[in-house]
Structures are given as C-alpha cells and as structure tokens.
C-alpha cells in the first residue's frame, strides 16, 4: 500500500513564499519516484496575516497543526512588524507545544560552491549544530521596569533544567556516534556563573557513558574562532539556545551561505509533529523578484524526508542537488549566476528523473 504523509505547508513572508513553491516541486517528485506521496495543506500564517488580524496564526493553530506528520515552514519576517512579534506568535509556540527541543543544523560546503574561507577543501567544511531549542536564554520570565524614566532597567532571565540540558547534550552524543565521533559542547562558564557551570557539569556526566565518543569543551568566543580557523577540528556541536543559533550562522556563512544551510525543529521522539525549514530570513528586499536561492529549503525538504523514514527519498534529494550545483550551469545570482529561482528548482526536479 502507498504511504501518504500530511504535510502543513507555511511559506510565511517574503522569499520564504517563492523557495517553498520549489521545494515542493522537488519533494513531490521524490515522493512520485519513491512510491508514497505527501499531501499538502497550505496556511497563511505569516506576518502580512498579523498586520491584518493582530496575530501570526489563529487561537486554535497549534491543535490544527498537530494532525499532520510534519510541518514544511518558509520563513517569517516583514518590515514594519518586530522580529520578536514573528518569533514569539509563531515559531517559538509550535517549537515548544510539539516538544521540538532538538534543532538540528548540518552545514556543510557542497560541490560546485566556494568557501568565504581561502584554500579549504569540502572534507574540511562538514559539521552539524545540535541547539537547544526550547529553553536557555530565549525564555518570556522577565519584565521592563520604570519604562521611560531615568532609572530603567529591563530583567531577562535564562532558563536551564537538568532535563533539558541532558536530552539535548545525549542527543548529540547519539548523533556522533553515528558520525566520526566527536562532540564540542559551547560554553561560557568563566562569565556566566550559574548556567554554564550547570551546563558543564550535565556535559561531563554524560560525556562519561560514551567512552567511545571524544568530548571537549569550548568557550564560545574562543569556538566561533576555531570555525574560522580550524573548521576541521569540528564536527557535532552542541550548544545552548542562543550559542547555538549564533553558531549555526556562522558555520553557515564559511560553508557556502546561509542560502544553502537547511534546519529542523525535531521531537525525537515522533509523537508529535516536527518543523523543517531554512535558517535564512524572510529576505524581503529580493522578495518575489524570483531570483532567491531554493537550495536550503530544498534541503530542509530532504530533512523533512529523512524523518518521515523515508531515507532513500531524502538521499535521491541530496544526491540531485548536489548533482545540479557541481554542473554549474543553473545558478542564482548569490551563486555567482543569472538564474531565476524556479529554474534552480527545475534543474534539481529534472537530477532527480
């Protein structure tokens, strides 16, 4: 019997609308190659929907969202609307309602582009983030105080439980075990007093039940350097919500551009939904001018494949990128070509056939 996946598609805002449209192209065409087929629902959670409605998706989003296997999200973000608007009403609400506390960032320098770093090779520029994604420094305990005066001030706190902290530092220990190997955890416990000792401490216990697995840790000061310096020396790295994030672009940018650089918001454990999309923004002053890179969501796509069970699909996927970008006739503007967005999504559809 053919399997059929429900997929809830949201382009979100700007670029995300026009890279969306061709990874599904590309999806659907692996799915028809591969024997199953993914149906789609499309909603217009966006922040063009917040200018309208006062709110990034409706009341009864989140329950909506959980009847379907996965979530294929574009990107959020407009002008006129404040960043924390679009990650607070949309992203950060379903990461956390559908336990996706692993968000998982392969980078690596694919075939047929070049590294913002002179004279490293591909083998030298592979590596996955593992951020925490539910908890840390991006936490709503705090406030704004005495707003306008003279004696304002702002309190943001940080959140780090034992159990957040062990499920995310396992999962990559997990997942090194399945790579060459080796984990960095990022820290910053010579400044941060209280939540990175914690985090290093929870690092070390379960660095000690994987006597196969070489652990370091990293300042992350001292680890955005090495990325730059000595990308090789790097491969699973695992880092807090906000260390993570900021480490995620970086590794990015050294390994082809954040056009390129795919994510998932995982549960690991399959019982809910997880969400997959680009880590580029909404990009909205190239929005709709159909030049925009669809390799990232393409890949998130792939992701997206992966976790369904459906490897083979995911690997075709990566395979037909890949195949496309080392050919170099079809590339958009950020790649050094004039090509439009749908014709690098075409190019991918016909590696693929």
Not at 162 to 167: L, N, T
Not at 226 to 245: C, Y
Request: negative net charge; hydrophobic residues 40%; contains cysteine.
């Amino acid at each position: 019997m053919t399997s059929s996946y429900r997929i809830a598609s949201i382009p979100g805002d700007g670029i995300g609308v026009d890279v969306t449209v061709e990874a599904r192209k590309v999806l659907d065409r692996a799915a028809a190659s591969h024997g199953f087929s993914l149906s789609w629902q499309e909603f217009d959670w966006s922040c063009e929907r917040y200018t309208k409605t006062g709110s990034m998706m409706p009341d009864d989003g989140i329950e909506r969202l959980s009847r379907f296997d996965g979530i294929f999200l574009g990107a959020v973000g407009f002008p006129g609307v404040p960043d924390h608007v679009s990650l607070w009403g949309l992203l950060i609400p379903v990461r956390r309602a559908f336990g996706q506390y692993v968000n998982l960032r392969p980078v690596r320098l694919l075939p047929g582009t070049t590294s913002a770093l002179a004279g490293r090779s591909a083998d030298e520029l592979e590596m996955v983030i593992v951020r925490e994604n539910s908890e840390g420094e991006y936490s709503e305990i705090g406030g704004r105080h005495n707003r306008g005066l003279g004696n304002e001030f702002v309190l943001q706190e940080s959140v780090f439980t034992r159990v957040g902290v062990e499920r995310i530092i396992r999962y990559a220990f997990e997942l090194a075990k399945t790579r060459t190997g080796r984990v960095c955890s990022a820290t910053k416990s010579n400044g941060l007093i209280h939540s990175m000792p914690f985090w290093d401490e929870i690092f070390a216990e379960i660095s000690s039940e994987y006597p196969d697995v070489h652990a370091e840790q990293c300042h992350v000061d001292a680890l955005a350097a090495r990325m730059v310096q000595a990308p090789d020396r790097l491969d699973v790295v695992v880092a807090s919500n906000l260390f993570g994030d900021i480490l995620s672009d970086l590794a990015a940018a050294v390994t082809g551009g954040l056009g390129m650089a795919p994510s998932g918001n995982i549960n690991p454990t399959g019982e809910l939904p997880s969400m997959f999309e680009a880590v580029h923004g909404s990009a909205p002053d190239i929005a709709g001018q159909g030049i925009a890179n669809p390799v990232a969501q393409i890949l998130a796509g792939a992701m997206l494949l992966e976790h369904l069970g459906e490897t083979v699909a995911a690997q075709d996927v990566r395979a037909a990128v890949e195949k496309v970008l080392e050919e170099g006739t079809v590339q958009t503007p950020d790649l050094g070509g004039k090509s439009t967005t749908a014709e690098l999504g075409s190019a991918v559809v016909a590696a693929l056939s």
